[in-house]
């Protein structure tokens, strides 16, 4: 009957408006900031607590996919976005981000902060960590293979290292595509020929970090003995080590510095936010010493704050990047697709 | 609900088609149109066909299709065969384990095989095609396997005796009456096949499905407009294929309606344990991997995800992510199965296949555009739901329904109708008749819906990996977290709650009923 | 002549031995009928001479020709089952034309291509009454119809021996009659060796020229 039916409907938009109006907090007296980022940020415990003492703001996170995945959201959203503020946000994405409008223009001025990070950030976000990504080598593997490591891209091309680098794809993976813009960088005008030679030599490309890690990685039981992978693989390898490694052992892995490529990681105030102080206040305590210490172990990524000291393990087993490969936001955005096209075409 | 003349019945009997369709629209189809006409402008909505590598996406994707469900639906049918043999020692616990594949997270289970090979992959469409197929059995098995068992082998062996061959047989009387349940499974298999992403992104080699071309047009090249093109376009092509397929829908049940005594043939068990066997290698690899590491056996995941041991990075509290997870699976049941229910009974008194189909829908959507188009559509009042806790379960049981109703179905309708005739002849109304005649004789099937829903929720990953998530990891989510790091202790702990989700999954599955209840035309 | 034989014929079921060691020949052309009480074997000495089952011991002989080891599609013995077995997916005149259609051997096959076989079903469901139902959907028969129709099925093939069992077990007295009048000319004029089982006297002495007592 259509009485029914509409009946029905009523009641379910009713009770859709219900659920949907109890999820709505934000009263004035307790101010909670959501922080929108990417799955695996996963902070220490507590340590939002000395800013909550001090502000009496409350810290909630919320997680919005990958990267990528979560940028998509926020060129969606912008203006009605799902936090206060975002993390996450690095340089290959930033310019999609700011085309969209996404944030609310805000440099934090906090003491330490690198200036050639700052310098990236194109005066609307504040750059929190960096990290780098680099060809990883296995050194057992390479020891009883009778290879010395490479060192540089052209190494990898050449005949001594045949077959023996697994890549996690440039279409799939923002790993991969970061190891793309590090080719890029270090060779404007001939990474083309790089690729070429890449291929000729057997390299391996596969879908995402995962299985280039943990499945056709050497060191995890696979054939391969130099994967691209993070600057923070090597001290994880350490770090995480079961059995746990005797002080002083050797590391197990390690990079080749002169692949390294600069993945630099900002935050932002989101615009539309109903707190646009408090969250710049939040964007503070982000790259204030307390949390930047607590980054490298906890999320391994180094902090943006050079005045944050780092624990041991990081400055023994941490080869310092001094210089690595860089590309500016805006160049990456110019011209990615196009690259992308490219290498898809000379690999695929 | 008796199909009665009743126009007043007939009018009530609608509404119970009400829940699922809204679930459908809302959830699914005006989120994805949602997106659409937000992003889509001329320029996207021509220019991205002539993108490179679009062109070549919709014919792998067609063609892996195809492939993938033929090769699904031709290995399961030995398994399905196998698996309608109910009293088979055993049953319940092979049916879990062939189907566990199917629920969990692709990228997990498509790992740990990988691991096992020696050597690396050929990848590229034929491991594709074979992995969805290890994936996809179950659906084959599970919706063919319980038709199977209404064929009472006198029939086969009625057409031997007037001088079929075994094959003829098969071909001329056990397949036209397996046909709905193949259809059916060709459907399911067929949609999972076509949005499948990660297999496809693990095992595709350079080579792409369009899911895969719709997330990196989104995520990776910032092209959202683009994306939605395509993900529309899918959706569209989804619809027709289901609205095209198979115009006349008629079931054919055998004349008796008894679950037929189906004698244990040695060979069932046989073929039952090979297949257990098959499916079980990649799940103890995912079990190995989580106490064996780079040659060594080590429990230190474990002791990891049970103790408080606090080390930074690798910080899991399994007892409150597991909670969570189990939360869900009961929210997204207990929401699927009464709408499963309801559609059910409509369908059995309708006699209408076509909000079936509907609902078959999401299984054949992007999931990456139902994320993002969910996010642009739920974001403000009344409607500003896309960041609530609820939203994941819902999401589930979106997904969840068209297996519940295939469940369900079935059985409601071989109800015969002179018992919903009786009952009313007694003084029941109608819809005594169907809290006492109904609802009892689908009791089994309703708690293997509510099985399956429960594992389909545990496992599910894809759509709602899009969804903003406030401290609610389920356990899939925390299986990715921990194997997007280095290290031993990463990887181990990463397996470790991989094999907590098999188990509760496995845990799921068995709950579901060995057998319906038989009951006698009489 | 013996039609069809069986030589010491042991069956098992569920490892209980039913019947143990039978020799009966039934005369070519003429019915035999089986006659025992409920639960003594019967249908399951059915399906071992038809071949569906196998038996413990001894050998099956049809017009003189050892069959124990045949196939049962190669046997040419048919059987119409107590509850029919008809298929629910196909038509009163495709059921009956499945015999011919799905031959064992592709000459014949080949031979029955066409019109032969719309004039051979035609032909038989005129022999049991029901010429104008062949487009009917097997669902809506009555219980008379489809023993009918059953019958029709295992007939149309020729079948060097035709078994039935319990044909007319369950109907109305007057429906029983009438088959049963029908039934034995219709064995009559095709000439077919016939095997029936029944547990009724009367329908014995009136269908067969010869009883075999079981149990």
């Not at chain 2, 189909?357 to 555009?369: H, Q, W």
């Not at chain 2, 960041?387 to 049981?397: D, I, R, T």
Request: aromatic share 6%.
């Amino acid at each position: 009957m259509k009485t029914g039916t509409s009946a029905l409907a009523l009641a379910t938009i009713a009770l859709a408006t219900t659920v949907a109006c109890s999820s709505d907090d934000a009263t004035k007296k307790d101010v909670t900031l959501t922080i929108v980022a990417y799955e695996s940020f996963t902070p220490p415990e507590g340590i939002f607590d000395a800013f909550t003492n001090e502000t009496g703001i409350s810290v909630r996170i919320v997680a919005a996919g990958d990267a990528g995945e979560m940028i998509a959201k926020a060129t969606l959203t912008a203006g009605n976005p799902e936090g206060d503020v975002m993390w996450g946000v690095d340089n290959t994405l930033l310019s999609r981000a700011l085309d969209a409008d996404v944030f609310d223009p805000y440099v934090s001025g906090v003491d330490g902060l690198d200036p050639d990070l700052v310098a990236t950030a194109a005066d609307v976000v504040t750059p929190v960590d960096y990290g780098d990504v680099c060809v990883n080598y296995d050194v057992e593997r390479l020891e009883q293979l009778g290879i010395d490591p490479p060192t540089s891209f052209d190494d990898l091309a050449s005949p001594e290292y045949r077959g023996l680098l697994v890549t996690p794809s440039a279409l799939t993976s923002s790993t991969g595509l970061a190891f793309l813009l590090g080719t890029i960088a270090d060779d404007p005008d001939g990474w083309q020929q790089t690729w070429r030679d890449l291929r000729d030599n057997d390299v391996l490309v596969v879908g995402g970090w995962y299985e280039a890690y943990y499945t056709e990685f050497s060191r995890y039981g696979g054939e391969r003995p130099l994967v691209v992978s993070y600057a923070s693989s090597p001290p994880a390898e350490i770090l995480f080590a079961d059995p746990p490694l005797p002080d002083g052992s050797p590391a197990p892995t390690a990079v080749v510095a002169s692949t390294c490529f600069r993945q630099i990681e900002y935050a932002g105030v989101l615009r539309g936010s109903k707190h646009v102080e408090e969250a710049r206040a939040l964007i503070d305590y982000l790259v204030s010493p307390i949390f930047q210490e607590s980054m490298p172990e906890s999320l391994f990524v180094f902090p943006a704050n050079e005045r944050a000291t780092l624990s041991d393990t990081f400055t023994t087993y941490v080869q310092p990047v001094t210089d690595p490969l860089v590309m500016e936001p805006a160049t990456i955005a110019a011209s990615r697709d196009a690259w992308l096209e490219e290498w898809d075409a000379i690999v695929g | 609900m008796p199909s009665s003349a009743d126009p007043a019945t007939a009018g009530r009997v609608r509404l119970f088609a009400v829940p699922g369709l809204v679930m459908v629209l809302a959830l699914v189809i005006v989120p994805v149109f949602a997106l659409a006409s937000r992003t889509i402008d001329s320029a996207s909505l021509f220019g991205v066909w002539s993108r490179p590598g679009i062109v070549d996406a919709i014919r792998f994707t067609v063609a892996e299709t195809i492939l993938s469900t033929l090769v699904t639906v031709v290995l399961g049918l030995a398994p399905a065969w196998a698996l309608s043999h109910h009293s088979m020692p055993g049953h319940r616990f092979a049916l879990a384990v062939t189907t566990v594949p199917f629920m969990l997270p692709t990228v997990v289970v498509g790992a740990a095989f990988l691991g096992l090979l020696p050597g690396s992959v050929e990848r590229g469409l034929v491991a594709v095609v074979v992995a969805h197929a290890y994936f996809n059995v179950a659906v084959v098995i599970r919706t063919v396997a319980p038709v199977w068992a209404t064929i009472d082998p006198m029939l086969v062996a009625a057409a031997r005796n007037l001088g079929a061959s075994r094959s003829r047989a098969f071909v001329s009387v056990t397949l036209p009456l397996l046909k709905p349940a193949l259809l059916s499974a060709v459907a399911i298999v067929g949609f999972m096949c076509a949005t499948s992403y990660g297999v496809v992104r693990m095992l595709g080699g350079g080579d792409a499905t369009l899911e895969v071309e719709v997330y990196r047009r989104a995520v990776l090249f910032g092209d959202i407009a683009g994306a939605s093109t395509l993900a529309v376009a899918q959706l569209v092509v989804a619809a027709i294929c289901l609205f095209v397929w198979v115009g006349k829908d008629r079931v054919v049940f055998t004349e008796s309606g008894h679950r037929s005594r189906r004698r244990d043939h040695p060979a069932a068990r046989v073929v039952a344990v090979i297949a257990t066997l098959i499916t079980a290698v990649p799940i103890v690899a995912l079990v190995l991997s989580s106490i064996r590491s780079r040659g060594h056996w080590t429990l230190a995941g474990w002791r990891l995800l049970t103790s408080d041991s606090d080390v930074p990075g690798l910080r899991v509290d399994l007892p409150d992510v597991l909670f969570r997870s189990l939360s869900f699976a009961a929210i997204a049941a207990a929401i699927a199965v009464p709408i499963g229910i309801a559609t059910s009974t409509f369908a059995a008194a309708a006699r209408r296949t076509i909000l079936d189909r509907v609902l078959l829908l999401p299984l054949g959507a992007s999931a990456v555009a139902v994320g993002l188009g969910i996010v642009i559509t739920y974001d403000s009042a009344p409607f500003d739901f896309r960041s609530s806790w609820w939203l994941p379960p819902v999401v589930h049981a979106v997904v969840a329904l068209p297996f519940v109703i295939r469940v369900i179905q079935p059985v409601q309708s071989r109800i015969p109708e002179h018992l919903r005739s009786a009952a009313a002849t007694l003084g029941a109304s109608p819809l005594r008749v169907w809290a006492t005649v109904d609802v009892p004789l689908i009791s089994g099937a309703i708690r293997t819906a509510v099985g399956l829903s429960l594992a389909i929720s545990l496992g599910e990953f894809g759509a709602t990996s899009f969804l903003t998530r406030n401290d609610s990891d389920t356990l899939p989510i925390t299986v990715e977290q921990l194997l997007g790091r280095s290290g031993d202790l990463a990887r181990l702990a990463g397996h470790g709650v991989a094999v907590v989700l098999l188990l509760v999954t496995l845990v799921a599955l068995a709950f579901t009923t060995r057998s319906r209840r038989s009951w006698s035309a009489s | 002549m013996i039609g069809l034989e069986l030589d010491a014929v042991s069956v098992a079921h569920d490892e209980r031995t039913l019947i143990h060691h039978l020799s009966f020949g039934v005369e070519r052309g003429s019915t035999t009928a089986l006659l025992g009480p409920s639960g003594v074997g019967k249908s399951s000495l059915l399906r071992v001479i038809a071949g569906i089952d196998r038996p413990t011991s001894g050998r099956i002989l049809l017009d003189g020709a050892d069959v124990t080891d045949a196939p049962v599609h190669r046997r040419r013995i048919g059987l119409v089952f107590q509850d029919n077995q008809l298929f629910p997916h196909l038509s009163v005149a495709d059921n009956v034309a499945y015999g011919l259609r799905n031959a064992a051997t592709r000459e014949a096959r080949r031979s029955w291509r066409g019109a032969r076989t719309r004039e051979r079903v035609h032909e038989l469901l005129s022999i049991v009454g029901l010429a104008d139902r062949g487009d009917d959907p097997v669902g809506i028969l009555s219980g008379g119809e489809a023993k009918r129709v059953a019958l029709a099925r295992g007939l149309a093939p020729t079948p060097g021996a035709l078994l039935l069992d319990e044909p007319l077990t369950g109907l109305d007295r007057a429906l029983h009659d009438r088959l049963m009048e029908d039934l034995a000319s219709i064995l009559r004029t095709t000439g077919t060796t016939a095997l029936i089982v029944t547990h009724d006297e009367s329908e014995a002495r009136f269908l067969a020229s010869a009883t075999v007592r079981l149990g």
